[in-house]
């Protein structure tokens, strides 16, 4: 009990009350910079998922059990939240790690033995089926790709990335009876943007608050009751509204940092705050 008063007292005292990602993340955007156009008179908020199912997460080279656990969680909370969505009509984002919809991986040069090895075990896992993606079909989601193996494209060569972005989009063609137009990079590492333009992507997650392309929509916040609960979040919209004169947030996360009650209570904070939501298309118009 007093450790909790003299914490939060601390916490007070350090950063005006917010966890202190928040307060950072207020500090910079208290200021107009990048080329960004944010709304004016409006206020929204873009929910961002990426799903990977742990697939080829940094996990895969030192813990699997912790990639298949997360994998798991994802996998139970994905149904359920995109149903909420879709029945409370919340425009919002979702890209994928286009092998989850390849059933015939063949491309030995971009796996490894071992975790080939891993994808024929956990196939159920690392999967969407027709089911999933015709649940992700059904919504005014705005579905787009976070790479084919979510390897990071700073680590990939010129070569790799082409090979990477034509897997991608040719197996994303074929399920989904569309092009993607908006790319999360994953671990938000981006490279080879020109390649990445080529195939089609015409907007994807910047590493940053100020961007400095007009192809990039400004990094946002992560979307994660550990470091964004309902207190926090309800004081960032209104600091924000304070701050400017209307506002684009980007609150990017996965299926597993939340379940659908999580994410219910604080779809509730944001509406209440008075903001509403859209996807990254309907806002930029492409
Ligand atoms: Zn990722």
Do not use: C
Not at 31 to 41: L, N, R, S, T, W
């Amino acid at each position: 009990m007093i450790v909790d008063i003299l914490r939060r007292a601390k916490r007070n005292l350090l950063t005006g009350g917010f966890a202190k990602t928040v307060s950072l993340f207020l500090t910079d955007i208290g200021e107009e910079k990048g080329v960004f156009q944010h709304p004016i008179g409006k206020y929204l908020v873009n929910l961002s998922f990426d799903l990977e199912f742990g697939f080829g997460t940094t996990f895969w080279g030192q813990d699997i059990e912790k990639a298949l656990s997360y994998g798991k969680i994802s996998r139970t909370n994905l149904t359920p939240i995109v149903n909420f969505l879709r029945e409370e009509v919340i425009p919002a984002n979702v890209q994928i790690v286009a092998a989850l919809l390849d059933s015939d991986i063949k491309t030995t040069s971009v796996f490894n033995a071992r975790q080939q090895k891993m994808m024929r075990e956990q196939a159920n896992l690392f999967r969407l089926t027709e089911e999933d993606i015709a649940i992700l079909k059904s919504h005014k989601l705005e579905i787009g790709l976070h790479g084919y193996s979510h390897r990071h494209f700073t680590n990939l060569s010129e070569t790799e990335a082409e090979k990477e972005m034509l897997l991608a989009t040719e197996i994303f063609q074929k399920k989904f009876h569309n092009q993607p137009e908006f790319m999360a990079f994953p671990k938000n590492d981006i490279a080879h943007t020109d390649i990445i333009r080529k195939y089609g992507i015409k907007s994807w997650r910047s590493d940053k608050e100020h961007t400095i392309s007009r192809f990039g929509v400004p990094l946002g916040h992560w979307f994660a009751p550990g470091v964004l609960g309902q207190n926090d979040l309800k004081k960032l919209l209104s600091a924000i509204k304070e701050m400017r004169q209307g506002y684009f947030l980007h609150l990017w996360g996965h299926f597993t940092e939340m379940d659908v009650d999580v994410l219910e209570r604080l779809v509730e904070v944001i509406k209440e705050a008075g903001w509403e939501f859209t996807t990254v298309k309907d806002f930029k118009k492409y």
